[in-house]
């Protein structure tokens, strides 16, 4: 990855944390947090867990307010948001997925445009339009319900419930950690395509040093609730931090565990 | 003069004695629910609530029958009609696994489901009705089954306050000491007992969400 590949960001600032602190019961969960996120771009909070990763994530549609500092969502304070509207603007997909169970896929789906008041026919064509988009063909998903679905299947179905209301941002919180490794692979392929066409406003929380390096446009690397740096991928594999150098040299393990074997 | 005889020749006290009897009993379940269901939502929205309101339930439940229907006697509304002061007991008594099982099925609510529906902007109210109250049902409904059973059995002792009901026979057989009164109060209490039992358990299955 060379930085003449990253794409050109319009400078316009979608997402902005002003030197954000959290604490909860005595514990300091963010700690002077300050980035910012373009319009287009696509950020990973990278870091282990509990290192105040979606926490952050969380401020961005109010699921969370901060003690102190400022968040702000298209230039506006979240607390000044109405959180009801600020949460339909952004998509939002979370590890465990959380499909309502009584729902269809079709209803799933649906849901913000219904709750929005889209005309029937609209939806209709907007849930079949986000199935294609996140490759689950044919008319028999529609009607199943979740609990028919494969674990791949229903995460698919979770980004496409996140992307039916066309928002301006997304965000996503371990969305494909819950995978099997070969599944996981082709999710961030296929979600990569996809993002690329939409051009969304992605915040994507992670441990996984590979995901980040193949979805982020930024890799936000934190440890303790602070920002420790924000790199570019090409910056980040290069980088002499000794945090960055540890995820880089944890990627390098499975390559040494695979040049071994093709020597053998 | 055989059991079989002494029904068939009763039927129509018999008949009217049940009807009284589910009457109790349905408006009892109206309260018992219309009262039960609020507060058992309050208990999950307002957790410091919980102790105050089980513990309270589970006070009226430890109440012997008979004595609630004594106590409540001076109430002014309540004690002027029999019917009323019944009811209002038995609602007291049907309330407790209607308010438990309410917040039990809220609370049994899948933690990822009730993030997803708030992070996507759902309203508190929205969240309710569309997702916590449906996926709870069946437990509600187990909740409501155990409150009518309960309610059914219990309510051949208000005719001890003059509420009428199956428990008429009953008394009046213990007083007379005849064996076929009391079973003619006891068999179709029992049999009420045991078919809304089995009505309530179906709806309770058809009503269990999938996984």
């Known amino acids: ?264 | 003069m055989s059991p079989i005889e002494f029904f068939l020749r009763h039927h129509r006290e018999i008949l009217q004695a049940t009807l009284e009897h589910v009457w109790l009993v349905g408006l009892t379940m109206i309260f018992a629910i219309a009262i039960g269901v609020p507060l058992g939502i309050l208990v999950t929205r307002k957790p410091w609530l919980s102790k105050p309101i089980l513990g309270g339930a589970n006070i009226a439940e430890t109440i012997p029958s008979l004595a609630l229907f004594g106590f409540l006697l001076p109430v002014p509304w309540l004690g002027g009609r029999a019917d009323r002061l019944a009811i209002a007991a038995l609602t007291l008594y049907a309330l407790l696994p209607i308010i438990r099982n309410t917040s039990a099925g809220i609370s049994g609510v899948d933690r990822a489901v009730r993030e997803a529906a708030r992070g996507m902007g759902m309203t508190d109210r929205q969240i309710l009705f569309q997702v916590e109250l449906p996926l709870s049902f069946s437990t509600m409904l187990a909740g409501i089954r155990i409150a009518t059973v309960l309610t059914i059995g219990i309510a051949t002792i208000a005719a001890a306050v003059g509420a009428g009901g199956l428990g008429e026979f009953i008394f009046r057989g213990l007083a007379m000491v005849n064996d076929q009164l009391i079973l003619a109060g006891a068999i179709p209490a029992a049999l009420l007992a045991l078919g809304a039992d089995f009505v309530l358990g179906v709806l309770e299955r058809r009503l269990r969400p999938v996984r």
């Open chain 1, 1 to 264: 990855m060379n930085p003449q590949t990253l794409p050109e960001f319009s400078p316009e600032t979608v997402i902005e944390f002003r030197h954000v602190h959290y604490t909860l019961s005595n514990r300091q969960l963010l700690n002077d947090v300050s980035f910012s996120v373009g319009r287009g771009e696509t950020l990973v909070l990278l870091g282990r867990s509990g290192a105040g990763k979606t926490t952050a994530l969380k401020m961005i549609n109010r699921l969370l307010a901060p003690s102190s500092g400022e968040v702000l969502v298209e230039g506006k304070l979240t607390t000044e948001w109405e959180p009801i509207a600020l949460r339909r603007k952004i998509g939002y997909v979370i590890q465990d997925i959380g499909l309502f169970p009584h729902y269809t896929v079709s209803q799933n789906i649906s849901l913000i445009p219904r709750l929005e008041r889209w005309p029937a026919d609209r939806v209709q064509r907007r849930v079949k339009e986000m199935l294609e988009t996140v490759g689950l063909h044919g008319r028999t998903f529609e009607h199943r319900y979740p609990h028919q679905l494969s674990g791949g299947q229903r995460q698919r179905v979770g980004v496409a419930r996140a992307l039916a209301a066309d928002p301006d941002i997304l965000l996503m919180d371990e969305p494909f950690g819950a995978l099997d490794p070969m599944t996981r692979g082709e999710m961030q392929n296929e979600f990569k395509a996809v993002e690329r066409h939409l051009g969304k406003t992605v915040v994507i929380v992670t441990h996984d040093v590979g995901e980040a390096l193949v979805l982020g446009t930024r890799i936000g690397l934190m440890e303790a609730g602070k920002i420790v740096r924000i790199y570019s991928p090409h910056d980040f594999v290069h980088a002499s931090d000794p945090m960055a150098a540890a995820y880089m040299a944890q990627l390098r393990v499975y390559d040494e565990a695979k040049r071994e074997n093709e020597s053998n």
